[in-house]
């Protein structure tokens, strides 16, 4: 099982017509949609208000096939909201309403999870500002160490959140010694690396390190050096938020056919290449849950295109 934990929230992504549509997002609710759209198993850890919003969120994790046990509610703090501002190349930055939103209010007792060995969890640095949520991210890591299973850590930098950009980087530093699996994007890099060095990257557990680099394509590497890159797909980017989510769950979803076996450099390459895929459809919609490609979409993109 995969699991990811931190924040569940509703992105207002603008419309062609100036209005807001609100659309499920978060990166850990995207990462565990992308693998259960790909066949994959996978559960959401978090909290939710006991609003509309809440009750959305939830709809919508179970219609993408995600697990929803491990999903609290709470009358003490409202769901979280992002407004999402597009540029014509279909980035995005976003305006974040969330002081405290339900999910930071997660706090480590709540936790039910009984992880056993190979299982992951998969986690972002959003969630890691001072909360009982952060709490309950350092007991969870613990717990599925201490069970033999995998730990994943998506950046995912997002600064606005954050008072000092130093205590982000603070906060990534604490927390990344404890993952095997690392995604970090070109534009983190130098956020988190003074050397803007990947190597830098490969303290504590760290094991492996995918670095994406937009429509510049995206590589592999473990501490022997860079095992394996590919090419970006040259598809016209609609909206581009939850596209490394969607990227890091193909991989995830990957490793859970692999079992306990390590990607060699053939294996690796090929992963990126599928996950690769599923970034670039999912930029080719509004939204990013919506967007989330399924195998069947997937197969049939990469039958037509060649990076």
């Known amino acids: ?39 994959g198993q996978s559960s959401l850890i978090t909290q939710l208000g006991a609003d509309a919003f809440g009750g959305q ?11 929803t046990a491990h999903i609290r509610r709470t009358d003490a703090a409202k769901t979280g909201l992002a407004f999402v501002t597009l540029q014509p190349d279909g980035e995005r ?18 936790l039910s999870v009984q992880p056993r060995a190979g299982d992951w969890l998969h986690f972002c640095s959003v969630s890691l500002l001072p909360s009982p949520m952060r709490e309950a991210h350092a007991e969870a890591i613990q717990r599925f160490r201490e069970a033999g299973g995998h730990i994943s850590f998506d950046l995912n930098i997002r600064l606005p959140l954050w008072a000092d950009p130093n205590e982000c980087r603070a906060a990534v530093w604490d927390f990344l010694p404890s993952a095997h699996l690392v995604k970090v994007s070109d534009d983190e890099l130098p956020f988190v690396s003074e050397r803007g060095e990947l190597s830098d990257l490969f303290v504590g557990d760290v094991q492996h390190v995918l670095y994406t680099k937009g429509r510049h394509g995206a590589e592999w590497h473990t501490h022997a050096g860079k095992l394996a890159e590919v090419p970006a797909f040259p598809v016209q980017a609609v909206d581009a938020t939850g596209a490394g989510d969607a990227f890091t769950g193909a991989v995830l979803r ?3 056919e692999l079992g306990s076996a390590e990607p060699d450099a053939e294996t690796a390459a090929g992963m990126l290449r599928r996950a690769a895929a599923v970034g670039a459809l999912t930029i080719l919609k509004r939204g990013a849950l919506a967007a ?12 037509k295109e060649q990076p």
């Open 1 to 39: 099982m995969i699991y990811a934990i931190g924040e569940a929230l509703i992105d207002f992504v603008p419309q062609p017509n100036g209005d807001f549509s609100p659309q499920v997002g978060g990166a850990p609710l995207n990462v565990a949609a992308a693998v259960a759209r790909l066949g």
């Open 57 to 67: 969120i939830v709809r919508a994790a179970q219609a993408a096939g995600v697990d």
């Open 93 to 110: 930055s976003f305006s974040f309403y969330r002081d405290p939103s339900a999910d930071m209010l997660y706090a480590p007792e709540q």
């Open 254 to 256: 990957q490793w859970q």
């Open 292 to 303: 989330l490609p399924d195998e069947s979409q997937l197969q049939g993109f990469l039958a």
